[in-house]
């Protein structure tokens, strides 16, 4: 579903003006997440193979922006997120998710022969899938909100591609997983707090 609105509004932010300037944006980078409730949760579960504070997640996004003015873009982005957790303590033990990060942003520019820098905020809706394992999977959904801080940097490769690296501070709440309106052990949520960096390549037109 996530997919097909991207497209749409790519569609459409692509059709506005044959004079506007729409940027399209892809990549992957690695966020630091510190996620207290979890931490804590995992940490009385699996004691002596604790959580670290900021735990490293795989990250893969998109992005498509399109201009209002020079100074000014507006854009839409899809964040996925991957986290993997694993303890030998007390048999085998699991905890994975995936979390789902789309977003609305709004960007100041500066820009230039062969350079393009943004700083920009934004907010959107958070959706994660975990499954934990003690002796049998269980598998629970969150649904929240997030918010977001960036700076992106382009650089210029050839014609209309550019390198881009960024780096985005997030707080985000999706809240306490459940399935079948049975909430995860002793409520625990996933809201979070994350510093990521990324890199990845861009298409002007």
Known sequence: MMKN???IILFIFASKSINAQVDIVGGMGISFVYAPSLIDYVDLRTPGDEIPAFSSTAEF???????????????????????????????NYTLSYAHHKPSILAYYVISGEGY???????????????????YVD???DAFGFGLLARVQGHTKLSD???????????????????????????NTNLNSFSVSVNLGISYFF
């Open 5 to 7: 609105v991207f497209m």
């Open 61 to 91: 996004y998109g992005e498509v922006d399109y201009s209002i003015s020079d100074k000014y873009q507006l854009g839409l982005e899809y964040v996925y997120t991957l986290f993997d957790f694993s303890s030998t303590y007390a048999g």
């Open 116 to 134: 393009k820098f943004k700083f920009g905020a934004g907010a959107g809706l958070r959706i994660v899938n975990l499954t934990e394992n003690i």
């Open 138 to 140: 269980e598998n629970l």
């Open 160 to 186: 209309n591609v550019y390198a881009n690296i960024g780096s985005t501070l997030r707080t985000d709440f999706p809240g306490t997983p459940s399935h079948d309106n049975i909430e995860f052990h002793d």
